[in-house]
């Protein structure tokens, strides 16, 4: 079974730094594109960044300068680096990843999410 575990948000005051990361463990063959969202309360999910397999990262307007992603491919690991946090950048972070792994029998490629963790900028 695939799963995705992030760590590292909590509470910073505006100005602050954050980096989150995000593992994934499972009998994992291969994984392709990852990426950050978030969801702000009463907001919908957002892509925050994105690191396509083999292809340049791309971030949303609000973050460009601010956060950095990256991954470890050795240790199957995603990374946001947050920096000069505003307190609109408050929210649940989720990791998400396509992934070829094993399911049973089957060799699949699917889409996962991790459970989400808290951000909180104050001002």
């Known amino acids: 079974q695939v799963q995705l575990v992030e760590s590292g948000g909590g509470l910073v005051q505006a100005g602050g730094s954050l980096r989150l990361s995000c593992a994934a463990s499972?009998?994992?063959?291969?994984?392709?594109?990852m990426g950050w969202y978030r969801q702000a309360p009463g907001k919908q999910r957002e892509l925050v960044a994105a690191l396509p397999s083999g292809g340049s990262t791309n971030y949303t307007d609000s973050v460009k300068g601010r956060f950095t992603i990256s991954r470890d491919n050795a240790k199957n690991t995603l990374f946001l680096q947050m920096n000069s946090l505003k307190p609109e950048d408050t929210a649940v972070y989720y990791c998400?990843?396509?992934?070829?792994?094993?399911?049973?029998?089957?060799?699949?490629?699917?889409?996962?999410w991790g459970q989400g963790t808290q951000v909180t900028v104050s001002s």
């Open positions: 998400n990843a396509r992934i070829r792994a094993s399911q049973g029998m089957r060799i699949i490629i699917d889409d996962y």
């Open positions: 499972g009998r994992i063959f291969n994984i392709f594109a």
